[in-house]
């Protein structure tokens, strides 16, 4: 974006710089949050920067990525417990026959 927009968006008479930052910040949210399949790396992460403003961005971020990654594949720790080959409970999502 600060490619695209060098000088800023300017919007109703107000101007947001880009702060390049704030992509990575929310990127690495939504990465770690589709790697485990939790939504609480937002909130680690919102907590980490302390900027309100950055909050809907990296919850929307990692919920959008949550979805997507929950539609292709397992966990990484469901991923690991079936390497290691561990008890675990069955699956009990709503397309699963009993």
């Not at 704030?22 to 920067?49: D, P, Q, R």
């Not at 561990?86 to 999502?93: A, E, F, M, N, T």
Request: aromatic letters at 8%; hydrophobic letters at 50%; one cysteine or more.
């Amino acid at each position: 974006t600060a490619v695209v927009l060098p000088e800023a968006i300017h919007a109703n008479h107000t101007i947001f710089h880009v702060v390049p930052g704030s992509y990575a910040v929310a990127g690495a949210a939504a990465m770690s949050g589709a790697a485990t399949h939790t939504i609480s790396t937002a909130m680690i992460v919102f907590e980490l920067t302390g900027q309100i403003g950055y909050l809907f961005p990296t919850i929307f971020s990692v919920i959008v990525a949550n979805v997507v990654a929950q539609s292709l594949q397992p966990s990484l720790y469901e991923s690991l417990i079936q390497i290691k080959r561990l008890p675990c409970l069955p699956d009990l999502s709503w397309d699963h026959p009993p």
